[in-house]
């Protein structure tokens, strides 16, 4: 008898390249994404520390959700892939059709949330005035593209499925394109204008105000309709989907597919914005321990963060990888290309660590000048090393388990290992130390607490994987209805 051993690595040398042919791409995608907000954030601080404030604390507010819509919307992924392996095309239409209508449901009330609810979250959060005022003005402006932006994701999921995964990198880089010359002209106005172009421009072009916060929230909003109409574009003309005529005889609202949607996508907002806010509320904590805390914290989280984007698209193309072959009716073979996803994140996690280990000090040099935050930032690199694996580990076991359908778990194991383990338990090692034989650690005992919430998330999720995959295999669980 064939060891399962023996079959993963038959697997590994079919699978390896499919799967990274999805997931880089998908990497791209995050990068670009992840690069508008840097604009923001470069742009309108050289303009002013109140607009550079403002756009940091309503990019706190819509981020969150955006990302819960986002995860929700994602649920349309393992759906669709697993109606493609099994041949059963003529059900993607209607299923994507209902995901657009949870996506214009959910890009609605995220807009009415931030046109209604910002000022009293701003004055229990006591946000200076003048702050709070410019916040508000930026979140008025984005919440108009929330919509814009959750059709583009409903669109992806779908695209994302059919693994058809470039369209999102190279739509979420006209965005980029977008959104940068916008942010000049409404940011800087007509003075930005004339002192790139000089004085030659119109008088009238000249005169343009300098919008600050204002201006960066409708450039954001610009590109997100800009992200989402080329989405729709790209989706009614490309033959790429062959025969899934997506635009044809619109499919109203149905409860029973919007339901099934909505339980494989909701577990999926609520883990994203479970960790997204883990993040928030860490950085509002170690908020007293000084400036050079909080500086080194942000370098060391913004650097890292660029580095997980290839473990998270690693996890998104798993999804797509393993619900196809659901899909097809091979569980066995489901569960092979499961496990051969995580030694490839666990090869991406060794690679990722050894990035950090050469390239630290110059990278960190490229963030700031002070060597006290420099020394203080190296310090939890070192740290951020120890957690590469289980941070990829964690996002493609978590993958894989929604190539099944498997979400609902995730949502658990990630309130219990993020907030619980992560949060309570650095907290506890930041402000009180280890019951009196270890003094508290500060933003140390903070980053040991997020070493220890994903390890237990990879433990529990790994876990959970193999009970179900291999319950799947010998038929003790059935293969999820597409």
């Not at 508000?136 to 994302?160: E, I, K, T």
């Not at 473990?311 to 798993?318: K, N």
């Not at 402000?431 to 508290?440: Q, R, T, V």
Request: aromatic share 8%.
């Amino acid at each position: 008898m064939v060891s399962f051993a023996s079959r993963l690595l038959a697997t590994s040398r079919q699978e390896t390249r499919p799967l990274m042919r999805l997931a880089l791409p998908i990497c791209g995608a995050q990068l670009a994404q992840a690069g508008m907000s840097v604009s923001d954030v470069m742009m309108t601080g050289r303009l002013s520390a109140t607009d550079l404030a403002a756009v940091s604390v309503g990019s706190s507010l819509w981020m969150p959700l955006m990302l819960f819509m986002t995860g929700t919307l994602m649920g349309l992924t393992p759906v669709v892939a697993q109606l493609l392996g099994g041949g059963r095309t003529a059900g993607i239409r209607p299923s994507v059709h209902q995901a657009l209508w949870i996506a214009l449901a959910l890009g609605m009330v995220a807009a009415v949330l931030l046109w209604f609810t910002v000022m009293p979250i701003f004055r229990l959060m006591t946000v200076p005035e003048e702050v709070a005022g410019r916040a508000a003005a930026y979140l008025a402006a984005v919440a108009l593209g929330m919509p814009g932006v959750a059709l583009f994701q409903a669109l992806r999921a779908f695209s994302d499925g059919m693994n058809h995964t470039r369209p999102s990198l190279w739509i979420s880089l006209v965005g980029l394109g977008v959104n940068v010359p916008c942010n000049f002209v409404l940011i800087y106005g007509g003075a930005g204008l004339t002192g790139l172009f000089g004085n030659w421009l119109p008088g009238s072009v000249q005169g343009l105000p300098a919008l600050g916060a204002l201006g960066c929230g409708i450039a954001t909003a610009i590109s997100m309709w800009v992200m989402g109409l080329a989405m729709i574009a790209y989706t009614r003309h490309s033959r790429a989907y062959g025969e899934v005529a997506l635009w044809h005889s619109p499919t109203p609202p149905r409860g029973p597919l919007i339901g099934e949607l909505l339980h494989v996508g909701v577990p999926i907002g609520v883990a994203i914005f479970v960790e997204v806010t883990l993040f928030t509320l860490i950085a509002l904590f170690i908020a007293s321990l000084g400036e050079v805390t909080v500086a080194a914290h942000q370098v060391a989280l913004n650097y890292t963060s660029i580095l997980f984007m290839l473990p998270l698209s690693l996890g998104m193309a798993l999804t797509v990888r393993v619900g196809n072959t659901l899909g097809q009716g091979r569980p066995d073979a489901a569960r092979l290309v499961a496990w051969h996803g995580i030694l490839v994140a666990l090869a991406v996690a060794g690679l990722n660590s050894l990035l950090l280990w050469l390239t630290a000090e110059p990278v960190i040099g490229l963030y700031t000048h002070d060597s006290e935050v420099q020394r203080l930032t190296l310090t939890l690199v070192g740290l951020a090393m120890l957690y590469q694996v289980s941070d990829a580990l964690q996002v493609n076991l978590a993958g894989a388990l929604r190539g099944y359908k498997d979400t609902r778990i995730i949502m658990l194991i990630t309130l219990l290992a993020y907030w619980l383990v992560g949060l309570g338990g650095g907290h506890w090692l930041g402000a009180h130390g280890l019951f009196g034989w270890i003094a508290p650690l500060g933003v140390h005992g903070y980053w040991i607490g997020l070493i220890a919430g994903l390890t237990t998330a990879a433990l529990l999720l790994g876990e959970r994987l193999r009970r179900i995959s291999k319950a799947m295999t010998h038929g003790q669980i059935e293969i999820p209805a597409g």
